[in-house]
């Protein structure tokens, strides 16, 4: 970034004193750029997009001088861009969003200047036209800087001559006082800026005028595109791209040409796809959507609209190869349809060794007999068979768009979308932004002041046009979804992974959401993306035409370096492969389609790196997993009986490590299925009349039927040499090494993602591990636990024994004594009570405390009686407890007392202490007397080598007495 300062002219001080360098061309300056952005820029046409309106004119004559190709790319995106805005502003469901932006623009633009505002442009043109008049006398200034100075000053009173009057009536006009919340109304005589297809100029054109012009325009192909390559074989065999010279591609070059999909499937003249094709050339046809009705349609063409070869097409149309193949339909979910993944071999009328495309004279058809004995074309013909391929691939889209997308697809299916709409829009769209933010509470600081009304208008103006902008990015798939996608036969829509899988489930959201790359991608500043499974349709008709069908992703998305088209575009342009046959060219497709995510070699433009995502994931599940079982055995380690029993972190782990496995089992699954499919078409490369006959068994045939079959045995052998010669020449065994190569691509890949799921697989088994471990380690605690209750209950038994025994030999004798000692007539004569008159008082007595007793034990009101009692008691022991801390010193006594020896844990700890202490210095005298028995025991080997036949008997004495004296100094 730099900035330029003031030189001459009046456009100046509006120049771009902020240029971004991404514009400039390799090589060239900033100061180079800003004068003459035609000669330094990188690319033409995002150059003339970053010019402002009254520099665009002059940037296009001098660019059409300059680069007539740049000039022409130019001038077509400027066409396309206002077609595409003007049928954008032609739909009636999009007139809300378009009045919204009006609104906005023109509340914007009415509070662009205020009166402080100009004021304040004033003040500092009056302030640098000071600094330019005091730097110009100046006496240090040289005479080249004060014409400099003067000069600049000439400029600032000229500008503010002719434009602050302007702002001034501009101010009058939109004043902040004015009324801004009327705005435009649709019916208002308003303009946006379009440019003229006729010449690129900033002209403006009133929106009734465009309305009315595209109501009467058609588009029943949404303004999509199809491709278009064209390969010619040289004189080395090989195939190279050619450019067409059919007037429909607009000039364009290969393999970028590319011609409008109303043209390919409904024009009659000069149609690409029923022209005829010159000899050894094949051609190579995109559609980009797997739109049944539209292949058919491109297939009637191919054959002229079944004139020209009727057989052919109804075959290749038939229940058995097309609409049979489809899974899914009728009340079964939208996502669930899709073709069933084969290899089709599909026979033609003509000849095997006779292609039936259409020519000029030279490659044979059905209707050209007469060029019956031409030679072959470029291709290598699988016996006179058409090849239908269908396989599921990975790509990937942003979860914001495949929400919309599903919205979309909702309300195409729903009786009542329309009352529905509002309630479908994603929330991650900036309109559901805008208007969060817009009802949300704010909360505002009292001491700063509130934002300018400008502002605030300017920020609604800009989310406005992001909101139209992103709305016109996918406007053509939405349209193409809720007009097809109910259609007989329908449009395949792409589907995510569960969708894939999952074919039943109505609502897959909530697993799409929990996908690892939606969770790899989120905490990210990237927007979020989730993996697809798209579907590649393959055509190989009459041995020189390939017709593919794949989707692209939701929206326009240009450029798109991770589309499948454009990758191939690239791949192609660069010439580094050597094509050699139609097949091979089909094999180099499918491959583009299967590597996707393992391509690193092309710019990432947001894709994300699933491998790398997936690898991370299982990458941080295993490390927690060897956290939790470092702290599982660091609790067992430390205090067995008091290990958490909690599962929670580990079910966590566990679902996680299982979501992964699930998902690299659906992809390995895709990639299984294009396995499968490349596998058969090798087959059917490396046998193209079928399988022969393999010597690996015995075939027991009658001595007579061998000699009588003989002659015919001979025939058919030599005609079967002949035509497998006849395809090796062609360049079969070229593409049955291309179609292995492939195979061993295919399988890498699914070995891969075969890894990856082990080492999930691995993680699932190590948390089930420690699951298990928990659930073992929980029975031992409750059998300890239980051990330990009975032998509580044990100990309790014994005392309630005792006091039984008690109990039944002193009751008998208390019961008898104190009968007997009582005072009554009849014991000692006592006229106090009769013997009769004590034992109804006695036994009456007892009844009724037994019985209060009982109640009080089983009653249910006594529960509730008896919680009150204890809540009133702990509340008294509680606050007088409380009150004697606070107001005496029984605090500090009950702390000394619990630090003091008096506390039965502080003598627990002690003795436990005191016993480690002891074992410590039992283990180290144990190991001293080790080391003293070892080293006397050499000694004793060093005397006995010296005299042998003096026995030394003061080991034992020596040993015992160090023992002894050992023991004496520890005690």
Not at 360 to 371: A, L, R
Not at 439 to 449: E, F, I, L
Request: net charge positive; proline share 4%; charged share 25%.
């Amino acid at each position: 970034m730099s900035e330029y300062p003031l030189s001459s002219g009046d456009d100046l001080l509006s120049h771009d004193r902020v240029i971004d360098p991404s514009y400039i061309k390799a090589g060239s300056t900033e100061s180079q750029y800003s004068a003459q952005p035609w000669n330094h820029c990188e690319n033409a046409l995002q150059s003339y997009l970053s010019l402002r309106f009254s520099a665009r004119q002059n940037f296009l004559d001098q660019l059409k001088g300059i680069s007539g190709e740049g000039y022409q790319r130019t001038i077509r995106e400027i066409r396309r861009i206002d077609e595409h805005r003007n049928k954008f502003l032609s739909y009636s469901n999009k007139q809300d969003l378009i009045n919204s932006l009006r609104d906005a623009h023109s509340k914007w633009k009415k509070t662009v200047f205020n009166a402080s505002e100009l004021e304040e442009i004033s003040r500092e043109r009056k302030k640098r036209l000071k600094q330019l008049e005091n730097a110009s006398t100046r006496k240090v200034a040289t005479n080249s800087q004060k014409a400099l100075y003067m000069n600049h000053t000439k400029i600032l009173r000229n500008w503010d001559a002719k434009h602050l009057e302007s702002l001034k009536q501009t101010v009058g006009r939109y004043g902040r006082d004015s009324p801004v919340s009327n705005g435009l109304r649709p019916n208002q005589s308003a303009s946006v800026p379009t440019q003229d297809p006729s010449g690129p100029g900033a002209e403006e054109r009133p929106l009734q005028d465009a309305e009315e012009e595209l109501q009467r325009a058609s588009d029943s192909y949404y303004g999509l595109k199809a491709g278009a390559m064209y390969f010619t074989k040289g004189s080395d065999g090989t195939l190279r791209g050619i450019d067409s010279n059919n007037g429909n591609y607009r000039g364009s070059k290969f393999p970028d040409q590319k011609i409008a999909m109303e043209t390919i499937l409904d024009g009659a003249d000069d149609n690409p796809l029923s022209e005829e094709c010159p000899k050894d050339t094949i051609r190579y046809f995109h559609i980009p959507s797997n739109n049944m009705e539209w292949i058919e349609k491109a297939i009637k063409q191919h054959y002229g609209n079944q004139l020209t070869a009727p057989n052919d097409c109804t075959r290749l149309l038939a229940r058995e190869h097309w609409l049979g193949q489809m899974h899914g339909g009728g009340t079964a979910p939208v996502h669930s349809r899709h073709m069933r993944s084969k290899c089709l071999l599909i026979p033609r009328e003509a000849e095997p060794n006779h292609p039936t495309s259409q020519s000029s004279g030279s490659i044979p058809t059905s209707s050209n007999p007469e060029s019956a004995h031409e030679p072959q074309s470029a291709a290598v013909s699988l016996a006179g068979n058409n090849v239908a391929i269908f396989l599921p691939y990975l790509h990937w889209e942003m979860s914001s768009r495949r929400a919309q997308m599903v919205n979309v697809v909702n309300e195409a299916i729903s009786a009542n979308s329309i009352s529905s709409s509002k309630k479908l829009r994603l929330i991650h769209t900036v309109s559901d932004v805008w208007k969060k933010n817009k009802t949300s509470k704010k909360v505002v600081n009292s001491k700063n002041k509130e934002p300018p009304l400008r502002r605030m208008y300017l920020g609604q103006y800009l989310l406005a046009l992001a909101r139209l902008a992103e709305e016109m990015d996918y406007e053509a798939h939405e349209r193409l979804l809720r007009d097809n996608v109910d259609k007989d036969p329908p449009l395949h829509i792409r589907r995510t992974l569960d969708q894939y899988y999952f074919l039943t489930l109505e609502n897959t959201s909530e697993r799409d959401k929990d996908q690892v790359v939606y969770r790899g991608t989120k905490p990210r500043d990237s927007p979020t993306r989730v993996v697809m499974v798209d579907q590649l349709w393959l055509w190989i008709l009459n041995d020189n035409t390939i017709i593919t069908s794949f989707p692209r992703r939701w929206g326009r998305n240009k450029p798109d370096a991770s589309g499948v088209h454009k990758s191939l575009r690239v791949r192609l342009r660069k010439g580094t492969e050597e094509i050699r046959s139609i097949h091979h060219l089909a094999m180099i497709i499918v491959d583009q389609c299967s590597r996707v995510f393992f391509d690193r070699t092309r710019p990432l433009d947001q894709r994300p790196e699933v491998m790398d995502l997936f690898a991370e994931a299982i990458g941080t599940v295993t490390e927690k997993t060897r956290i939790a079982y470092d702290h599982f055995w660091r609790a067992i380690a430390q205090a067995s009986h008091k290990v958490p029993m909690v599962i929670n972190p580990e079910g966590i782990l566990l679902k996680e490590a299982q979501d992964i496995t699930e998902e690299l089992m659906i992809m390995k699954r895709v990639y299984s299925e294009q396995l499968k499919v490349m596998k058969d078409f090798e087959r059917h490369l490396s046998h193209p009349h079928g399988r022969q006959p393999t010597t690996s068994g015995y075939t027991l045939v009658p001595n007579e039927l061998l000699f009588n079959s003989a002659d015919q045995l001979v025939r058919d052998i030599n005609s079967v040499e002949s035509k497998i010669s006849n395809f090796e020449g062609q360049g079969r065994k070229e593409s049955v090494y291309e179609a292995r190569d492939l195979v061993e691509l295919l399988l890498a890949r699914r070995d891969e993602i075969q890894d990856l799921e082990e080492a999930a697989l691995r993680a699932c088994k190590q948390l089930e591990g420690l699951l298990s471990l928990k659930q073992q380690q929980a029975s031992i605690v409750d059998a300890r636990a239980a051990l330990d209750t009975a032998h509580q209950t044990y100990q309790q038994g014994r005392t309630i024994q005792a006091f039984t025994i008690v109990t039944i030999v002193f009751l008998p004798l208390s019961f008898i004594a104190a009968f007997f000692g009582m005072n009554n007539q009849e014991i000692n004569e006592s006229h106090w009570m009769s013997l009769w008159a004590q034992i109804k008082w006695l036994f009456g007595g007892t009844a009724v405390v037994i019985f209060i007793s009982l109640s009080l034990a089983f009653g249910a009101w006594f529960h509730a009686l008896s919680a009150w009692i204890k809540a009133a008691l702990r509340l008294c022991f509680d606050v007088t407890w409380a009150l004697l801390s606070d107001r005496t010193k029984m605090i500090r006594l009950y702390d000394w007392w619990r630090a003091s020896l008096f506390n039965s844990n502080n003598i627990d700890r002690s003795r436990e202490r005191l016993l480690a202490r002891i074992d410590k210095k039992r283990r180290e005298r144990l190991a001293w007397q080790e080391e003293a028995g070892m080293s006397l025991v050499s000694q004793r080997g060093e005397v006995d080598r010296g005299n042998q036949e003096v026995p030394d008997t003061r080991l034992p004495q020596q040993l015992n007495g160090r023992a002894s004296g050992t023991t004496d100094n520890i005690v």
